[in-house]
T-cell receptor, first 112, second 109 residues
Framework: NAGVTQTPKFQVLKTGQSMTLQCAQD?????MYWYRQDPGMGLRLIYY???????DKGEVPNGYNVSRLNKREFSLRLESAAPSQTSVYFC???????????FGDGTRLSIL | EDQVTQSPEALRLQEGESSSLNCSYT??????LFWYRQDPGKGPEFLFT???AGEEKEKERLKATLTKKESFLHITAPKPEDSATYLC??????????FGQGTRLTINP
């Protein structure tokens, strides 16, 4: 029972490089989310997708783009990575927007 | 501004020593409050949802309660495997979930 799967688990980038974080869920959930977790800041919402075909900005969207590829998959792209984007990134999904969210185990991203 | 504050930041207990974690919130409208457990290197794991003042939920050694201004996570006779960071999150709008910074709980054998 995989739940929410994120790849890669770890990544080191140089400033200015781009990359895409992948997320897939097998729970047939409608809504998906991307968060970042930084020490002392708690989890902050970057983007979310309420349903297949829709995406919306969260609290900290600058420097990121997302794609809801299908009902299962929701990717997060950093076009030109900056050191301030060093963080742990979590993907989550929920059956509907007001239901409990279920999280993956995160991608630890370092930008040098 | 919507705010969720958890206290204490860290708590060390001896095995079997009961205690409570606090989550206080000042938000424009509460649609629900969630408690999560997070182990090192893992994502948050959902524990409870509370929707209205007076509501209580229990799971093994954990009990969550809710008032109009705060929630408590009571842990009874904890074991070392209960060591983790406990997060609370308040659902304000359909998509907005505001997280507290967590309480890091350590249970010594």
């Amino acid at each position: 029972n995989a739940g929410v799967t994120q790849t890669p688990k770890f990544q080191v980038l140089k400033t200015g490089q781009s990359m895409t974080l992948q997320c897939a869920q097998d729970m047939n959930h409608n809504s998906m989310y991307w968060y970042r977790q930084d020490p002392g800041m708690g989890l902050r919402l970057i983007y979310y997708s309420a349903s297949e075909g829709t995406t919306d900005k969260g609290e900290v969207p600058n420097g990121y783009n997302v794609s809801r590829l299908n009902k299962r998959e929701f990717s997060l792209r950093l076009e030109s990575a900056a050191p301030s984007q060093t963080s742990v990134y979590f993907c989550a999904s929920s059956e509907e927007r007001n239901q409990p969210q279920h999280f993956g185990d995160g991608t630890r991203l370092s930008i040098l | 501004e919507d705010q969720v504050t958890q206290s204490p930041e860290a708590l060390r207990l001896q095995e079997g020593e009961s205690s409570s974690l606090n989550c206080s919130y000042t938000v424009s409208g509460l649609r629900g409050l969630f408690w999560y457990r997070q182990d090192p290197g893992k994502g948050p794991e959902f524990l409870f949802t509370l929707y209205s003042a007076g509501e209580e939920k229990e799971k093994e050694r954990l009990k969550a309660t809710l008032t109009k201004k705060e929630s408590f996570l009571h842990i009874t006779a904890p074991k070392p495997e209960d060591s983790a960071t406990y997060l609370c999150a308040v659902h304000i709008t359909a998509q907005k979930l505001v997280f507290g910074q967590g309480t890091r709980l350590t249970i010594n054998p």
